[in-house]
């Protein structure tokens, strides 16, 4: 007869909530490779919305409290959202808000964990690097200027435009991530910032760190440590950059 005393459930550490949009597969995939033993990912989607604030973020909330009731249904004990240009566009206090209204638990979003990632490394000066339109990254820009970051020099890929082009982030290579955020750089700034959690960034986060020698941060380590730590899960993961293996 099998001896289960020793197997504990999945989850058993923490399980974690997440919201993406629609075509979103990279946050997914990098969180499942890099969670630590005893912690679980549970994702579900929202529609992004090209101006949330045009109807004052009404029909944004209500997709919200959708997708934090399905993960309230899981018993998860923390919500993410996943969102790096829709969490800057909405206004933290409504977004965090509703999130720990229909969840019932703690809620982080892409936006807040960027700052607290570039303020635990101590880094007020970035060169961002996304696969956004230059409208988008003025808008992000804004944001984080906005927020006390001085963004130094920022370049964009320009696919956000229509549905076929936002489906074709995650298909970027990571050969052509590392070089489109090796050429951002910038003496002036502290760290490089990766927008998007649906880039492939996760496999150049440490071969840039080698080669700048500054911090990498991605809206998905960013993400990832401060859904970890907010639940006081302290372990240090290798392969992804100074921000996961030293803070």
Not at 9 to 17: D, E, H, L
Not at 21 to 31: D, I, K, L
Not at 136 to 152: F, P, R, S
Not at 213 to 235: H, M
């Amino acid at each position: 007869m099998e001896n289960f005393s020793q197997i504990k459930p999945g989850g058993w550490r923490a399980r974690i909530g997440v919201i993406v949009p629609p075509s979103n597969t990279v946050n997914e995939t990098e969180f499942n490779r890099l969670k630590p033993d005893g912690v679980t990912f549970h994702f579900t989607r929202s529609p992004l919305h090209a101006d949330p604030g045009a109807d004052d973020f009404a029909e944004m909330m209500a997709d919200l409290a959708t997708a934090g009731t399905q993960l309230a249904s899981c018993r998860v004990d923390l919500i993410a959202y996943g969102c790096t240009s829709g969490s800057m566009a909405c206004p933290a206090d409504r977004l965090i808000g509703k999130l720990r209204e229909v969840g019932g638990v703690s809620a982080i979003s892409t936006a807040g964990a960027i700052l607290e990632a570039l303020g635990v490394l101590g880094v007020r000066r970035i060169a961002m690097a996304t696969p956004y339109t230059a409208a988008t990254n003025a808008h992000e820009k804004h944001y984080l200027e906005n927020q006390g970051i001085t963004v130094v020099c920022d370049s964009g890929l320009g696919l956000n435009t229509d549905l076929a082009g936002i489906q074709r982030i995650s298909r970027v290579p990571p050969e052509e991530v590392f070089a489109h955020a090796k050429a951002i750089d910038h003496a002036d700034a502290e760290a490089l910032l990766i927008c998007c959690t649906d880039f492939n960034a996760i496999d150049v986060v440490e071969p840039l760190e080698g080669e700048l020698g500054k911090p990498v941060v991605t809206s998905n380590t960013a993400t990832l440590w401060t859904a970890l730590r907010a639940l006081g899960i302290e372990d240090r993961l290798e392969g992804c950059g100074r921000l996961l293996r030293n803070h």
